[in-house]
């Protein structure tokens, strides 16, 4: 059983950054890849970043630039830093691990408005 607990979620205007945060219980953490999912209203959720266990990045076209995903093994967390937000990246963004199988955490909402 894997817990994953999101934070950093909130209101920002566009153009602001925001930090999001994914810590895990699982002492194996350094073997998981790690991935950010978001859900917009009446859209389907998507994956925004991936890191893999080897630290190798990837990001859906619509973030490039402006999101970067990290990982820190030793903390068990994964990070989301999103920068130039706008309001189409409104949406609530889930944490997932996968090592055989997907876990998730209960998600954190963004919201980008001025």
């Known amino acids: 059983q894997v817990q994953l607990v999101e934070s950093g979620g909130g209101l920002v205007q566009p153009g602001g950054s925001l930090r999001l945060s994914c810590s895990a219980s699982?002492?194996?953490?350094?073997?998981?890849?790690m991935r950010w999912y978001r859900r917009a209203p009446g859209k389907q959720r998507e994956c925004v970043a991936a890191?893999?266990?080897?630290?190798?990045?990837d990001y859906v076209d619509s973030v490039k630039g402006r999101f970067t995903i990290s990982r820190d093994n030793a903390k068990k967390m994964v990070y989301l830093q999103m920068n130039s937000l706008k309001p189409e990246d409104t949406a609530v963004y889930y944490c997932?691990?996968?090592?055989?199988?997907?876990?998730w955490g209960q998600g954190t909402q963004v919201t980008v408005s001025s």
């Open positions: 890191i893999t266990s080897l630290g190798r990045t």
């Open positions: 699982t002492n194996s953490f350094s073997s998981y890849a």
């Open positions: 997932n691990a996968y090592y055989t199988k997907d876990w």
